[in-house]
Structures are given as structure tokens and as C-alpha cells.
């Protein structure tokens, strides 16, 4: 049986599999150069200026060619970083439950929700409308529903207040995606502590 390979300088090449122990698959092969891809642009979008695939080829040790095949377009590779971004922020909701409290389970998904909003600003700024509209129509429903989990544990235990949904809170963040850089890592954590305030269970 046939396939090919990514090779680690950009060539396609044919490999045989022969079901011999210590045998590479090549969609195994294909796949952690992907992932690979992917985590190298996740770390090189929290910096400065515009991302560029030979610097994701570089720092992932891979051929531009590789890179090409698995991404095509720069917006290609900045949306499979955000949706990588999605799904770990809406897991950190769950996973914040079960070791917090409901309201120090807020205020940690509110730390990773700054760090989300760098990259989605980003990503934003990089893909087109049709694509974004896409990518939209993929976060909003499981944030939503992340947001919800952590809301009705504070309800449950009286920590949060009970007149605040899911939509509200996502409202009273989005602004963090449209802050520059700069200000979003002098400004956004004091504005999300303000929020996380807010949400507080007056107590009588």
C-alpha cells in the first residue's frame, strides 16, 4: 500500500508501508505536521505585527511546502487557530467547575477569555467576511453555552446574580476583541475584574 509523506524539507515523496514494526503511517506523518503547524502560529500570533507562514514553517522545522498543503492561505492557518482557541476556552469552563468554585471559575475563564480575544482579534483583522461570518457562527453557540455552565453553577450557589444570562456577559466582553494590543494587556484585565463584579449576588 501507497501513500505520501510530508517530507521535512517541502518534497512530497512516496513512502511504502509494509506493516513492518517501527513503520511511520503517513496520515500520522501528515497529521503531526499539521499539529505541529498549527501550535507554532498559535504561539507566533500573540506577537507583535503580521503573522507569516515561512516563520511558522521555520519554527515548526518544516518545508514551506508542507506548510502549503496543509494550509494553503495565511487566513486558512489564522482560523484553524482560532477555532483551536474556541474549543479550549469552551473546555476550560468545565474544567475550571471542577476544581473551583462558580465564581472563581468566572474570574479564571475570564483570564483565558483575554487571551482568546488577542488571537481572535487577529484573525479577524486577517480573514475575510464570508470567513469570519463562518467562524462566528462556530464560537458563538458553544461560548454561549460554556458561559451558561459557569452562570448557573454561581445561580446554584448564590454566588452569582440570578438576573444575568449567558447573552449579557457575552455582550460585556465582546469589546475586548476590538482593543489594540497594548491596551487590551493594560486595560483588560481591571475592565474584566469590573465585569466579574457586576455579576456578583448582592447580598442582604
Known amino acids: 500500500m501507497s501513500g505520501y509523506a510530508d517530507d521535512p524539507n517541502g518534497h512530497v515523496s512516496i513512502s511504502v508501508?509494509?506493516?513492518?514494526?517501527?513503520?511511520?503511517?503517513?496520515?500520522?506523518?501528515a497529521?503531526?505536521?499539521r499539529d505541529r503547524i498549527v501550535e507554532a502560529a498559535?504561539?507566533?500570533?500573540?506577537?507583535?505585527?503580521?503573522?507569516?507562514?515561512?516563520?511558522?514553517?521555520?519554527?515548526?522545522?518544516?518545508?514551506?511546502?508542507?506548510?502549503y498543503r496543509h494550509f494553503?492561505?495565511?487566513?486558512?492557518?489564522?482560523?484553524?487557530?482560532?477555532?483551536?482557541?474556541v474549543d479550549e476556552l469552551v473546555a476550560a469552563a468545565s474544567d475550571l467547575l471542577?476544581?473551583?468554585?462558580?465564581?472563581?471559575?468566572?474570574?479564571?475563564?475570564?483570564?483565558?477569555?483575554?487571551?482568546?480575544a488577542r488571537v481572535k482579534n487577529h484573525v479577524f483583522a486577517a480573514v475575510e467576511a464570508a470567513t469570519w461570518r463562518d467562524l462566528a457562527a462556530h464560537s458563538l453557540?458553544?461560548?454561549?453555552?460554556?458561559?451558561?455552565?459557569?452562570l448557573a453553577a454561581g445561580r446554584?450557589?448564590?454566588?452569582?446574580?440570578?438576573?444575568?444570562?449567558?447573552r449579557d456577559v457575552v455582550v460585556l466582553i465582546?469589546?475586548?476583541?476590538?482593543?489594540?494590543?497594548?491596551?487590551?494587556?493594560?486595560?483588560?484585565?481591571r475592565l474584566l475584574a469590573v465585569v466579574l463584579d457586576g455579576l456578583r449576588a448582592h447580598r442582604t
Open 141 to 150: 453557540g458553544p461560548i454561549g453555552e460554556a458561559v451558561e455552565r459557569l
Open 31 to 33: 497529521q503531526r505536521n
Open 174 to 189: 465582546s469589546w475586548l476583541s476590538r482593543l489594540e494590543d497594548d491596551e487590551l494587556d493594560a486595560r483588560g484585565p
Open 72 to 85: 494553503p492561505t495565511r487566513e486558512a492557518l489564522l482560523a484553524e487557530v482560532y477555532r483551536h482557541d
Open 98 to 116: 471542577a476544581t473551583r468554585a462558580p465564581l472563581a471559575a468566572l474570574e479564571g475563564w475570564f483570564e483565558r477569555v483575554a487571551a482568546y
Open 156 to 166: 446554584a450557589d448564590g454566588s452569582v446574580r440570578a438576573d444575568v444570562d449567558a
Open 17 to 29: 508501508n509494509t506493516g513492518a514494526a517501527g513503520g511511520r503511517s503517513p496520515r500520522a506523518d
Open 42 to 67: 498559535r504561539e507566533l500570533v500573540r506577537a507583535p505585527g503580521e503573522l507569516k507562514l515561512n516563520a511558522v514553517a521555520r519554527a515548526c522545522g518544516i518545508g514551506q511546502g508542507t506548510l
